[in-house]
């Protein structure tokens, strides 16, 4: 498979237009089918092995010159490659819009684990309300943390209500999160009650993060629970 950004994949399917379909749609690109060849599913571990030096990520490799020597060499055969070798700058800003785009998946997958983790933990308390269920403020909090997020109050157009609104970089679009991070005496409530301070003189976001990196650490004490950091 090639696709016009400059890289090749080879992999094993047993539906390889389904295959090609799909990541076309998970990598954003456009991807063609360059040669499919039956019961060659053997071949795909020499194939690798032979192409680790030109790993662009995962499974794609780079387009050049000596990869597509290397394929036809071990395939045995000619083959009739659908793109020219691609410009090094486009080449470069898909991989790292790939790169930025498998963190993020990465991130998705880890919050999920950590929620389920945090539900089904067995010293949850009757502090724990639905707030720390939430996967939207894990995430977002999380985010801001590793300064991926800016987090601002604004006012809402409709009743002229103060709303905090979440701003991912190079996007206009906002998300508006839960009162609890705006408001600094509902943003103690996620400490737990034994630790919580009395009073907090940085933001309410700030103290959303120290208060679930606190509960983190408690999970940490108790057992052998995810681990996901939070830095104020």
């Excluded at 954003?28 to 060849?37: E, P």
């Excluded at 700058?89 to 819009?97: C, D, G, M, Y």
């Excluded at 997958?109 to 707030?131: H, V, Y």
């Excluded at 959303?208 to 999970?219: E, I, S």
């Amino acid at each position: 498979m090639q696709n016009e950004h400059g890289f090749i994949k080879v992999g094993v399917s047993s539906d390889a237009e389904s295959r090609r379909k799909k990541i076309c749609a998970s990598d954003r690109c456009s991807a063609a089918l360059v040669l499919l060849i039956e019961d060659y599913a053997y071949k795909e571990y020499d194939l690798h092995l032979e192409l680790s030096e030109h790993i662009a990520y995962g499974e794609w490799f780079f387009d050049t010159k000596k990869v597509r020597r290397i394929i036809e060499s071990e395939l045995e055969r000619k083959i009739n490659w659908k793109n020219e070798i691609s410009d090094p700058i486009s080449s470069n800003e898909w991989l790292r819009n790939l790169e930025s785009l498998r963190l993020h998946e990465s991130q998705k997958k880890l919050l999920r684990r950590l929620i389920n983790e945090l539900s089904n933990f067995p010293e949850i308390t009757d502090d724990w309300d639905s707030r720390f269920y939430n996967q939207k403020i894990w995430k977002s909090i999380w985010e801001y943390s590793e300064g991926q997020l800016t987090i601002c109050s604004t006012t809402s157009g409709e009743d002229g209500k103060s709303i905090c609104v979440a701003y991912r970089e190079g996007s206009e679009a906002g998300e508006i999160l839960p009162d609890y991070v705006r408001s600094i005496s509902d943003a103690l409530k996620t400490w737990p009650d034994n630790s919580r301070p009395l009073d907090w003189t940085g933001s309410a976001t700030d103290c959303c993060v120290a208060g679930l990196t606190n509960r983190l650490q408690r999970m940490a004490e108790r057992g052998p629970y995810l681990s996901l950091s939070l830095r104020g």
